[in-house]
């Protein structure tokens, strides 16, 4: 089936640690996107990636860090820079960025301890 | 960036009421979208909308892109429909602004 798939569903990491998240998508899709969301709250954007090997720092990229190696893949680094890093982050990716609908995977649900 | 304005933020409805939830975007967008974010977390697609109107079922939804504002109707709504609604849209390529969303609530 095509789709979205994020790894792992849930992880917990101590303070200092720097932890990468997974996306990968089977749908052919030129664009990846990164968002985070706190409770009750909506999603911003991290990181977002129009093509390979090309990404753009979103409304609160300090902290993180992506890479766009290959078009099915756009993993997310949380590094010990972040200062609040617990949340829900969700990827999503579109046919081409800018002009076309967003799909999201489940998302992962990172906690500090 | 933008701003998005979705109103009401919160709503409680008795089954088989209807609904409309608005979406204001402070200046033009592109690709607006309708999700609804299951209990799960999970972002459901619901509409993608930039002009017009569309219908899926119980739900429609309409975009005045002239205007800048969207909305969306939930009719006989079902407690199935609970859950958080959100809208977002872009204006330049890839950079999507979402809006802090409406929790529904439908009780039997």
């Not at chain 2, 697609?45 to 892109?65: C, D, E, M």
């Not at chain 2, 079902?78 to 609604?85: A, C, E, F, L, M």
């Amino acid at each position: 089936d095509g789709g979205i798939t994020q790894s792992p569903k849930y992880l917990f990491r101590k303070e200092g640690q720097n932890v990468t998240l997974s996306c990968e998508q089977n749908l052919n899709h030129d664009a990846m996107y990164w968002y985070r969301q706190d409770p009750g709250q909506g999603l911003r954007l991290i990181y977002y990636s129009q093509i390979v090997n090309d990404f753009q720092k979103g409304d609160i990229a300090e902290g993180y860090s992506v890479s766009r190696e290959k078009k099915e893949s756009f993993p997310l680094t949380v590094t010990s820079a972040q200062k609040n890093p617990t949340a829900f982050y969700l990827c999503a990716s579109s046919i081409q960025g800018g002009y076309n609908e967003q799909f999201f995977g489940p998302g992962t649900r990172l906690t500090v301890l | 960036g933008i701003q998005v304005e979705q109103s009401p933020p919160d709503l409680i409805l008795q089954e088989g009421a209807n609904s409309t939830l608005r979406c204001n975007f402070s200046d033009s967008v592109n690709n607006l979208q309708w999700f609804h974010q299951n209990p799960w977390g999970q972002l459901i697609n619901l509409f993608y909308i930039p002009s017009g109107t569309k219908q899926n079922g119980r739900l429609s939804a309409t975009t005045v892109a002239t205007e800048r504002y969207s909305l969306l109707y939930i009719s006989s709504s079902q407690t199935t429909d609970s859950g958080v609604y959100f809208c977002a849209g872009d204006t330049n390529a890839g950079k999507s602004t979402f809006g802090d969303g409406t929790t529904l609530t439908v009780k039997p």
